[in-house]
């Protein structure tokens, strides 16, 4: 073989090589998310259930969490005159969903009238739960018991009209479907316009549920494009938050698009984004008992947790959704939408490894009790920065106290907030606030602080008390 073929066959192979590692790079994504998605579809597991007073149609817009060893769901319903409200319903296993008796909102201090598009989590600040929904406008209730319907509140609203920035771009568009989610120091309340535009408003956590202003547009689009139902997770054991929102197809056919971002309030770059290669849609889902629908439509990813930070587990992706029968039309509150769960079939995770951020160093004394410190640089301007930390319980028993460690890394702590500081010289430690110490099994508390010094992500420490 001469010199000029064997550098031409080296060449090559590395020209290949290059190549190769261009592919597998590009099936990298941020926060352990696949760049592609795949799933496998429940058939209906919730269906309406009419009685004497209530004429349901269709049930629709779920929103779930696991709590207590239950699933709790909360969804909209649509009766025969077109009128919306809300329902809850609350079971062990999804084989018995559409059997649970459905207890619907409007008997209760939530009331009658044009209620929709529910979202529930547990804010932990006030140890209360949220069920947040749309009204016109914004609004809220709250309980401390999530398993008794009759225990909401009245609602109130997060905002008392249409901020300028909506009415300007909204044109015969609807201000519809409110998300929440907070990282330590702000919460953060979206919001669509069904005209291409999503809305984004903010206050801080000690404020919420009050102040929220600066609205701003976080991204925008063709009208069908970027339509309605938006929902923002944070990645767990990442800095990745993961942001869907539904489309409208080229032949009418609903699907959801996804981005990522490596803040809430941050600029959003594509992941799965096109009808084609979607985040979900008819394109990437497999029906094993039968396709029962083409829409892949408003709904909410089974999270990790309760809380108000919106934690997803990126090794077990599954979304609670609303289908319906593809013959089905007419008016559009009185489609027979139903709910179907949605399983990832393509986890980039080792099946021998499915958390991906595991307790390096859980308790062998108290399994039961453990707790995991997420630490993220939130803000950083050079000569300091601001970090937040969210502390999760990872065990199966309640904590009553927590206390998070880290080795001084040539930074001092000028200020900390919800947690109390001690700092030895060599290792900095915060202890839970009076208010913030017990948290239940899949929830979180969070501190924060500003540093002057040179940002750096510490290895820390979690240990978790129990009464």
């Not at 140890?127 to 909401?152: A, E, H, M, N």
Request: net charge negative; proline share 6%.
């Amino acid at each position: 073989m001469t010199a000029v073929v064997k550098r031409g066959l080296a060449l090559a192979a590395s020209v290949l090589l290059f190549t190769l590692g261009l592919a597998t790079a590009a099936q990298a994504a941020p926060g352990g998310l696949p760049s592609s998605f795949e799933w496998s579809s429940s058939g209906v597991l919730v269906s309406p259930q009419p009685d004497a007073q209530h004429d349901i149609v269709s049930i629709k817009d779920p929103t779930v969490v696991r709590h207590d060893g239950k699933w709790h769901v909360f969804a909209t319903v649509a009766d025969t005159s077109g009128g919306w409200n809300l329902t809850y319903l609350s079971f062990t296993d999804w084989d018995e969903a559409d059997t649970a008796e459905q207890h619907h909102l409007d008997t209760t201090a939530i009331g009658e009238g044009y209620r929709a598009a529910p979202q529930v989590f547990y804010f932990e600040p006030e140890q209360r739960w949220y069920l947040v929904f749309q009204t016109g406008v914004p609004s809220y209730s709250t309980t401390t018991d999530i398993s008794d319907p009759d225990s909401w509140s009245a609602p109130r609203n997060f905002q008392e009209e249409m901020p300028p920035i909506i009415a300007d771009n909204i044109g015969d568009g609807y201000w519809v479907d409110f998300w929440v989610t907070c990282d330590a120091a702000m919460c953060y309340l979206f919001s669509s316009d069904d005209n291409g535009h999503l809305y984004r408003a903010e206050t801080s956590v000690a404020e919420f549920p009050n102040g929220f202003s600066n609205t701003q547009i976080a991204l925008e689009d063709d009208r069908n494009d970027l339509f309605e139902a938006s929902n923002v997770y944070r990645v767990k054991g990442s800095d990745t938050y993961l942001l869907i929102v539904e489309a409208i197809g080229a032949e009418g056919r609903r699907y959801f698009r996804s981005w990522t971002s490596d803040s809430i309030d941050g600029s959003w770059t594509p992941l799965a984004a096109t009808e084609s290669e979607p985040f979900a849609g008819a394109a990437n889902v497999t029906f094993p008992s039968g396709r029962w629908t083409e829409d892949i439509s408003h709904g909410e990813m089974l999270r990790a947790g309760v809380d108000q930070t919106m934690r997803i587990d990126p090794c077990d992706m599954r979304y609670l959704y609303q289908g319906m029968d593809p013959s089905a039309g007419g008016e559009y509150s009185q489609l027979p939408w139903r709910l179907g769960l949605l399983t990832q079939t393509n986890s980039p995770c080792d099946s021998d490894d499915p958390d991906p951020d595991p307790d390096p160093d859980p308790d062998p004394g108290d399994p039961a009790a453990r707790c995991e410190a997420d630490f993220r640089v939130a803000n950083d301007w050079g000569s300091g920065f601001q970090a937040e930390v969210t502390v999760r319980n990872a065990g199966d028993a309640a904590i009553d106290g927590w206390q998070v460690s880290w080795p001084a890394a040539g930074w001092s702590v000028d200020s900390l907030w919800n947690g109390s500081l001690t700092a030895d010289g060599s290792t900095v430690t915060v202890d839970n606030a009076s208010w913030n110490g017990r948290i239940e099994p899949g929830s979180s508390a969070s501190f924060g602080f500003t540093a002057t010094g040179t940002s750096a992500v510490p290895e820390t420490a979690c240990t978790a008390e129990t009464g």
